[in-house]
């Protein structure tokens, strides 16, 4: 139980983050996606150190509070980047491309049948 308040501390600290970020980008560069640029890229790059740097000195509860709370409430496209490039740095190209293929079309798929869905409740 203790494990899980970590990851939603951290969660909250990250969702506040990605907040500020994207708020911050829309009023200097004029629209939210550079921010939601900024945020997957400085994400994935943070998650991608702590997990080769820091990875294996980190204690459990540290991991979880930082990698999976703060980065993940940050961002989580950096989860989805990092697990790729950890299949093809195994050399586990197949399973590399597959899921980068199938996270990419699948979501497109869950994010058009949600529209569809949406529109016809009403919205």
């Known amino acids: 139980m203790l494990k899980l ?4 501390l951290g969660g909250a600290v990250g969702s506040g983050a990605r907040y500020l970020v994207v708020v911050g980008a829309a009023r200097w ?6 921010g939601t640029l900024a945020v997957n890229l400085v994400g994935s790059f943070l998650l991608a150190l702590l997990a080769t740097a820091a990875g294996a000195s980190m ?13 993940g409430g940050f961002t989580t496209y950096s ?6 490039l950890d299949f093809a740095w195994q050399g586990a190209w197949w399973n590399a ?7 990419l079309l699948l979501c497109l798929l869950g ?3 949600g529209i569809r869905v949406g529109q016809e409740l009403g919205g």
Do not use: I, Q
């Open 29 to 34: 560069l004029g629209h939210t996606y550079w």
């Open 79 to 84: 989860n989805f980047n990092y697990e790729t």
């Open 5 to 8: 308040l970590w990851v939603m």
């Open 111 to 113: 994010g058009w049948l």
């Open 59 to 71: 204690t459990p509860t540290t991991r979880l509070a930082l990698m999976t709370g703060l980065l």
């Open 97 to 103: 491309a597959g899921y980068l293929g199938g996270t």
